[in-house]
Nanobody, 125 residues
Framework: VQLVESGGASVQAGESLRLSCAASKYVYDRNCLGWFRQAPGKEREGVATIYTGGGVTTYADSVKGRFTVSQDNANYTVYLQMNSLKPEDTAMYYC????????????????????WGQGTQVTVS
């Protein structure tokens, strides 16, 4: 198993959550790791990416200023800190890895990511 997410929960609007993505060294080192989400009946959308080789981050407009992606190189883990959560943030959140650089100004599409976790559910009411 290359990617394992955790941290999903049911929370009230305005609260915060931190998701974790524990990765294998193979998919973590100097790669683009991303967070995606998919709500029922909707397409999977990119939320944030981070290039673990240099820390460059990119965000979807819908989460800018509220979500922060970060990395822990010692534990091959990527985090997604989600603040000021809204009901529209409700979705299954997935961690993914692409063995490439991240783009600095736009999110790479999901098709660029070859490794995926099983997802963790976030529900905001």
């Amino acid at each position: 198993v290359q990617l394992v997410e955790s941290g999903g929960a049911s929370v009230q609007a305005g609260e915060s959550l931190r998701l974790s993505c524990a990765a294998s060294k193979y998919v973590y080192d100097r790669n683009c790791l991303g967070w995606f989400r998919q709500a029922p009946g909707k397409e999977r959308e990119g939320v944030a990416t981070i290039y673990t080789g240099g820390g460059v981050t990119t965000y979807a407009d819908s989460v800018k200023g509220r979500f922060t992606v970060s990395q822990d190189n010692a534990n091959y883990t990527v985090y997604l800190q989600m603040n000021s959560l809204k009901p529209e943030d409700t979705a299954m959140y997935y961690c993914a890895a692409a063995r490439s650089y991240c783009h600095s100004r736009r999110l790479l599409p999901a098709t660029n990511f070859g490794y995926w976790g099983q997802g963790t559910q976030v529900t905001v009411s």
